[in-house]
C-alpha cells in the first residue's frame, strides 16, 4: 500500500513539472506576443505638425518611406492603395503654390467611424483611427464618408505582407500612424524620413512636448476646420 | 386535348420564364464569385468612384421595394377596393424586389463571406447598421401583412399590419436617403432634402414597376387590364412622376443657390460630359416629359402607352441613379476651398469610371432573383389581381 502511495506521489509530482514544462514557453511567448501589456491611455492624443514652407515641391522622401515601412507597391493607379500622398496647390487668388503630405487626419469625430456599419473603424484612445481588418466586410462606406479622401480599398490579392502591417484583399486601409513603431517608443516612418523635419510627431496632450510648444506659438491649420472634426494632423503656412 | 393546350402552353411558358430568370441569376452569382476570386479590380469601381453600377441596381431595387407598396397602403390603410385587390401582388414584389436588390449589395461587398459580421457587431452610430434592422423589419413585416390578407381568418388585422407596413416603408426610404444625406464632405450629397426625394422617386418607380410587373402577369395569364382601373393608376403614375421631378428640381435649385455648390452642380447640369447627357435627355426627358405626355394626351393613354411610360420612367430611374451615385463620386472632393489642388491620387481631378461586365451582370442577377421570386410566387400562390368578384365593402374576395 505504502508503495502503491509514494509511486502515486511520484507519479502526479512529475506530471505536474511536466505540465508546467510544456507550458511555461507557450507562457512566455504569449507574453512576448502582445508586447506591452499596459492600454493605450486617453492621456495621450497623438497628432502631427506638418510645415509645408519646409516641404520641398517635388520631394516624396515621406511618401516612399510609408510605403516601404506598411509594404505597399507604391502604384499610382486608381486602384493602388495610398495611404499618403503629396498634393500641389495654388491659391487661385494669389497664385501662391505649395505642397503638402495628406494622408489620414486621425480625427476626434472620425466620420468614417460614424458611418461604419461593424464597427471595423475605429479610434484607439490615444486618437490614433485604424480599421479591425478582421470586421471590416468591404462595404467602401468610410470612403464615401471620409473628407480627406485618405481611405483606400484593396482591389487585389497581396502578397508579401510586413507582419506588423495586416491588410486584406476586400477590406478598406489607411494611415495608421505607424501605430506598430508608436506602440514600440518609436515615430511615424513618414516623420523619421523627412529630409527637412516639416513633420513634427508627438503627443498633443502633453504640454511640454515638442508638437505642443510649436503649436503654442506658430500659426497652425486644421483642413477642412469647418467640419469640426478637430484632427490631430495638423498643418502649417495654408 | 384540344381543352388542355392552353394550359400545356402555360406550364412551358412558366418553366422558360424560370430557366431564364435562373440563367440570369446564375450568371450574377458567377459574376460575384469572380469578384470575390480576383478582387474588384475586374470592377470598373476603384478609390474615387468606390461605388459602381451594383449599387445603382441595388438601391433602385430597395427603393422601388417600398414605393411599390403604395399600391398596397392606398388599399389598406386609405381603403381603395380597386388597390386591395392588388395589395397582396404589390407586397410580393417588395419582398421580390428587396431580396433582389439587398443581395446585389451584399455580392459587392470586398468580403461577402463576412456578411454575418454584420449581425453581431453592430455600430448603433452607423445609418447603414440602421438599415440592416430596417429591411429585415421589412421582410418580417410584409410577410405578416401578405398572411393576414390571404389567410381567411386573419383578415381583420390586415388594416393595422397594413398600416404598421406604411410607417415602415417611409421609415426604409428615409433610412435610404440617409445614407446619402449623412455624407457631409461630398458635394453632391450632405442634403437634409434626400429622404424626401427619395420618398417620392419612390412612389413612381414603384407604382411603374408595379405597371409593367401586373401586365406582363396579365398577358402571361391571359387576362386583360380593366380600362377604368388603368385609368385611375395612370393618373397616379402622373401625379407622383410630377412629384419626383419638383423634388430633384428642389435639390438642384438649392444647390444652385449657395455659391460653393455652383461648380458641382454646373459639373452635373452643364459641362460634365455623361452626366448632364444622361440626367436631361435620360432623366428629364424620357423618364419624366416623355411618360407624362404618354399619359396625359388625348388619344393616349391606353393599356400600352402606360407601359410604355412605366418602363421609361424605371429607364429614367435608372439614369437619375447613375446621375447621383456615380457623378456625385466622379466630382472630386473639396478639400483645400479656395485651392487648385493635384495629386496622385486624383485630387481636383474628375474620377474616371468604366463600369464592366461584371458589374452589370451581377446587378442584372438581382434584377433575376426579384423576377424568379415573383413569377414562382405567382405561379404557386393567388396573386393575380381579381377586380370582377371584388364585392365593393367587405374587403374580401369570394
Redesign the interface.
Known sequence: MSDTNVQRRQFLKTSVGAVAVAIAPGMLLFDMAHGKSEAVSSKVRWGMLIDTANCADGCNDCVTACNKENGLSGG???????WM?????????GGRTLSLP?MCQHCDEP?C????????SFKRADGIVLVDKH???????C???????A???????LHDQKPDVPR?????ESCTMCVHRVDKGQQPACAEACPNKSIIFGNLNDPESEISKKIRTVQSTQ??AD?GLNTGIRYQG? | MASHSPLQFKNRLFYALVAAGGLVVLMGLYAAHMMEEHGHIITGMNNQIVWGIPHIFAIFMIVAASGVLNVASIGSVFGKTVYKARAPLASLLSIALLAGGLTVLMLDLGRPDRIIVAATHYNITSVFAWNILLYSGMFAAVAIYLWTMMEQRMNPWSKPVGFVVFVWRFILTTGTGLIFAFLVARQAYGSALLPPMFIVLSFAWGLAVFHVVQSAIYAWNGNTHTPDIVKRMKNLLGIFIIGALYLVAAYHLTNLYFAHQSGFEHFILVDGGIYPQLFWWGYVLLGNLLPLLLIVLPGLGNTKSVITASMLVILGGFALLYVFIIGGQAYPLNIFPGYEAKSSFGDGQIGLYQPSLPEFLLGCGGLGIAFLITTVSVRVLNFIPHDKPYIAGRGTTD
Open positions: 499610382l493607379s486608381p486602384t493602388d492603395s495610398q500622398r503629396k498634393v500641389e496647390l495654388k491659391d487661385m487668388r495628406m466620420p467611424v460614424d458611418v461604419c456599419p461593424t464597427g471595423a470586421l471590416c466586410i468591404g462595404c467602401r462606406y470612403m464615401m464618408a471620409c473628407p480627406y479622401k481611405r483606400s480599398f484593396v482591389h487585389e490579392p486584406g484583399k476586400g477590406t478598406v483642413v477642412r467640419l495654408i
